[in-house]
Each structure stands twice: as C-alpha cells, then as structure tokens.
C-alpha cells in the first residue's frame, strides 16, 4: 500500500477516500495528489477530480471522483512539500 516516502500508514475510508499519516506535522506543507500507479498497481482512466482536505496535524484526506462528482476508487500518487 505504501512505496517509500515518509508516510506511515494509508486507510481506505471509503469509496474514493483515503487519510494517509506521516510520521510528522505535515500541517504547514501542501499535498498534491494524481490517480496512477507505483511499481504496479492499478488505477482507472476516470478518476478525473482530486479534493484534498488540509492536514490536521500528521495525516491528509484525499478524495478522488470520476466524471460527474461520483467517488471512485484508484491507486494514486502523494505529493506533500513542506
């Protein structure tokens, strides 16, 4: 579920939503997030819309949705700059 970086944990919410945990306050930073696989994996063509819930303390939300609003699952990539 995780390849490399700084993130300690990942949790499927929900259909298209995911909270990742970093093993530091991430809430000064900015994450950017893409549907897309690492080394493997899978994701759909669909995912087309990314919402990121600011962090609170360690950990961000990350919402993903396919053409007209409707969650979908995928794999995807995280990007978190402090």
């Known amino acids: ?4 970086g700084n993130a300690i944990a990942a949790t499927h919410t929900g259909t298209g939503t995911y909270n990742v945990t970093f093993s530091h306050d ?8 893409a ?13 087309i819309g990314t919402t990121i819930v600011p962090s609170v303390g360690a950990s961000v939300t990350v919402f993903f949705t396919e053409n007209g609003g ?6 995807f990539m ?3 700059t402090c």
């Open 78 to 80: 995280l990007t978190v």
């Open 1 to 4: 579920m995780l390849e490399g």
């Open 35 to 47: 549907p897309g696989a690492y080394h493997g994996g899978g994701f759909t063509n669909d995912a």
């Open 26 to 33: 991430i809430s000064s930073c900015v994450a950017i997030a």
């Open 70 to 75: 409707v969650a979908t699952n995928t794999d």
